[in-house]
């Protein structure tokens, strides 16, 4: 009997190589936002899922034994999104990690990133530590969970490399960052495909962590000449240390034609040495591995593209939708039950009682202008899908709220409880956009950020 794989992320540059690869060996549910169309593989399941919503994501992952998760969040899911991708991160895996506890998920395949030796220190990029944070949130709720750290993943449509490729194809002569002299290890698709499979329902692989790669070493110096070699360019590429990681930036962006939200966070990682840990290295399975040349053979290869998605049924999404996310403090580990209860004293307070909280017998919470009847925001309380470590509340009125049908505000513990959540989902205001974006929107971050002040003071 097949074992059925659900994959977060499967439009994704791995999910669909994975899907192409092995969608013989194991009944695959795909999971996307959208509902999907004209599927070319009818032998998947497609289904669709809100991975921002526990509901959605435990609905999602119903008979399903083993799960992969590719979600990096680098794009907004809302027209504004206010949170840091690490902290959009967070909460994501943290809901995946409870919808597979819930569903009694065997395990949990992770592909992160390979860490430097300095990890100890906190000393390494936003990026990477967000990595890392994701890896330990997908095992919080007891789900078995292997971890896959690789670097650079060299395949036909991969986005890293591909931004080699298009520096390589662009410039003639590349003067390059200090950075591009850090050594690293590569893995190509084949053999990042044929660990996942290996490690798929193999129980010496739960709880494990690997540090993946091709043992050559090389620089992203000599990646991008052999690149060139590949190509059949000629190119001048030489590094030196006057350039900016900022400049890089800007520099890997536009000519490497990727979008900011990507290449931003990837060039801080580049600072750091990522080579395999020899404690890490993954030893199931005797793997030949493909050179890095060999390996660019493959993803310039004209002939092998991306495989192909099903059509989507475009979503029907209310305009102008919020999301808001908040990584507060959490020194002495108090619960979202405790956290949630601060901040319905505190805001009155905080407003010096121009603002007032309400809250009746049934749960419902009111914040009043002065002594005005109809609250600007009103909440209500979610008991049975509440507990010590989440507190959920409905959007359900208010003379600031559009819509009251949809919509939530949230607290819950992190990381075993290191930190907590704030999050306001598919908040739709009533005032004009621009009005909010520059009034509404600019006050609920002071606010959090005032809170989260509060609670670091409290608990000092």
Same mark, same amino acid.
């Given at each position: ?328 403090? &959490? +020194?002495?580990?108090?619960?979202? $039950?405790? =956290?949630? !209860?601060?901040?319905?004293?505190? #805001?009155?307070? /905080? ?86 974006? &520059? +009034?509404?929107?600019?006050?609920? $971050?002071? =606010?959090? !950020?005032?809170?989260?002040?509060? #609670?670091?003071? /409290?608990?000092?």
């Amino acid at each position: 009997m097949k074992k059925t794989i659900a994959i977060a992320g499967a439009a994704g540059y791995i999910g669909r190589w994975f899907i192409d690869r092995f969608k013989d060996k194991y009944h695959i549910i795909a999971l996307s936002r959208g509902v999907a169309l004209n599927n070319p593989d009818p032998q998947v399941e497609w289904r669709s899922v809100e991975l921002y919503s526990i509901t959605s994501t435990i609905e999602a992952l119903k008979g399903v034994d083993y799960a992969i998760y590719l979600i990096h969040s680098m794009s907004a899911s809302t027209r504004l999104n206010q949170g840091s991708f690490e902290d959009t991160d967070l909460l994501l895996a943290d809901n995946f990690a409870r919808a597979a506890k819930a569903n009694n998920i065997k395990q949990i395949i992770y592909m992160g990133g390979i860490l430097p030796k300095e990890v100890e220190d906190q000393k390494i990029s936003k990026h990477l530590r967000s990595r890392l944070e994701v890896e330990k949130t997908l095992g919080s709720s007891g789900t078995p969970v292997t971890a896959l750290r690789a670097g650079i993943i060299v395949g036909p449509g991969g986005s890293s490399f591909q931004m080699i490729y298009h520096l390589v194809d662009k410039l003639p002569v590349m003067i390059c960052p200090q950075w591009t002299l850090s050594n690293t290890q590569a893995i190509s698709l084949r053999d990042t495909l044929t660990i996942m499979d290996t490690c798929i329902g193999n129980e010496e692989a739960f709880g494990k962590v690997y540090e993946i790669g091709n043992p050559e070493i090389l620089t992203y110096k000599s990646m991008l000449e052999t690149t060139a070699r590949k190509m059949g360019k000629k190119r001048l590429i030489k590094s030196v240390p006057v350039f900016s990681v900022g400049f890089s930036k800007l520099w890997v962006s536009y000519f490497g034609k990727s979008p900011k939200k990507l290449v931003y966070p990837l060039v801080d990682s580049l600072k750091h040495t990522l080579t395999v840990n020899p404690d890490l290295v993954f030893e199931l399975r005797t793997i030949d591995y493909l050179s890095y040349e060999e390996s660019v053979s493959i993803a310039i290869d004209p002939n092998n593209h991306l495989p192909k998605l099903p059509k989507f049924k475009r979503l029907q999404a209310v305009k102008n939708t919020v999301r808001s996310i908040q990584r507060l403090p &959490n +020194t002495r580990h108090k619960s979202a $039950l405790w =956290v949630a !209860n601060r901040y319905k004293v505190w #805001l009155p307070f /905080f407003f010096r009682s121009i603002i007032k909280a309400r809250e009746n017998q049934r749960g419902d919470i009111g914040f009043h202008l002065l002594n005005m009847e109809k609250p600007l925001l009103q909440l209500t309380w979610i008991p049975d899908r509440s507990d010590l470590k989440r507190q959920l509340f409905y959007i359900t009125g208010g003379s600031l709220v559009k819509r009251f049908d949809y919509g939530w505000l949230e607290f819950r513990e992190v990381l075993d409880g290191e930190f907590m959540i704030s999050a306001i989902h598919e908040f739709v205001p009533r005032l004009p956009w621009y009005i909010y974006v &520059n +009034t509404q929107a600019h006050a609920h $971050l002071i =606010v959090m !950020n005032n809170f989260a002040k509060y #609670l670091k003071r /409290f608990q000092d």
